[in-house]
């Protein structure tokens, strides 16, 4: 009996795992707000167990800025990583960051934590 409890347990465990890894999980996606006033679009991510959102929208040509606010302790999550810009920024916990972002090209723009393991977007139309 022990045996087949031991199975039906490593077996749930290895389709957690799958579906983990190789799932298709639902991204959380925002489009940033434009203030009026400065002609300036701007973002919030919460940075909590990875990026919510994890997808940003932006209009090209606009100036805008994402701003992360880290209430994860996880040494993980300690930093934002945007390669195609050059940018690696600490993530101060519960302290709100505030990135610059080149909106001039259209494109799909990556950043990670500095370990490489949670992942958003920038899309910039």
């Not at 999980?25 to 919510?52: F, R």
């Amino acid at each position: 009996m022990a045996h087949v409890i031991a199975t039906v347990i490593g077996l749930g465990l290895i389709a957690f795992i799958l579906w983990w890894f190789f799932g298709r999980h639902e991204a959380a996606a925002a489009e940033a707000t434009l203030a009026a006033d400065a002609q300036q679009q701007t973002a919030s991510v919460i940075v909590d167990g990875g990026y919510q959102p994890e997808v940003v929208t932006l209009k090209q040509g606009v100036p805008a800025t994402l701003q992360f606010l880290r209430k994860d302790p996880s040494a993980c999550l300690d930093r934002v990583v945007f390669p195609a810009w050059g940018i690696n920024r600490p993530l101060p916990e519960n302290q709100l960051e505030t990135i610059e972002i080149d909106t001039s090209q259209p494109g799909e723009f990556e950043w990670a934590c500095g370990m490489d393991m949670f992942h958003g977007k920038v899309i910039i139309k």
